[in-house]
């Protein structure tokens, strides 16, 4: 897949009206939709409130700098940051970005295909929420991740409940709609035991389930440490990446 073609895979999301007012309301309901009618259930009022316990749990695992991959309204990365956590949220939606930076947190309106501050230097990248499915390809997805992270770096993806290796298209719709609109996008579901079948190239260092939510954390190969919570401050300086936009955090380790 090339670098454009990569950089576009989120456009489904950028492009949906649906999308954007229910991150502005912070109220559901909201569906990713097959073709053949199938629906999968958006959680928008976990995403647009403050990060619960469960979420707590998998920020103190963080490590280093942390990059959230499809921040969305950005609850992860306003919570690091309350922390004094170094934490940068990316996000195709402009709904999403603007939420993240009004709740404190930092964010660019980027694709995790496209250049990114810091490459190579993030301690931890976060996948919540079913983000492995970005893209509708988890293989480029997690090469990608791994080009991210530093040398030992700590990927934590949450997985879908069931069992499933899926890849489709859909739309994001409301549960009203008949006839959606917009143009269907990739997308892929990973159960944990997928996940852990396509993870070569990474040491699986746990999987947990809290909440009926699951996870996976993965570390980029030659690391000896644990996935334990570090209950560590990162450091960040300010400095304009390759695609100059403003006030950009690029992470130093």
Known sequence: MSTAARAGTGAGWAGADPYAAALRSGRGPLF???DDGWLLPLAVERWCGRADPVDRDVLDRCE???????????????????RGRT??????????????????GQALRRSVFEPLPGEGRWGTVLLM????GIGGNPDALLERLGALLRRGGLLIAETDPADVDERTRVRVVRYV??????APFPWARLGTPALLRRARGWDATGHWTAGGRRFVALRTRHSSNSAEPPNRTAVITSQRARKPSADIPVART
């Open 32 to 34: 990713l939709r097959r």
């Open 129 to 132: 929420d079913g983000n492995i």
């Open 64 to 82: 280093g700098p942390v990059l959230d991959v499809g921040c969305g309204p950005g609850r992860l990365v306003a919570e690091l940051s309350a």
């Open 87 to 104: 934490a940068l949220g990316i996000d195709v939606s402009g709904t999403a970005v603007a939420r993240t930076q009004r709740i404190g």
């Open 177 to 182: 709609d008949t006839h959606p609109s917009g």
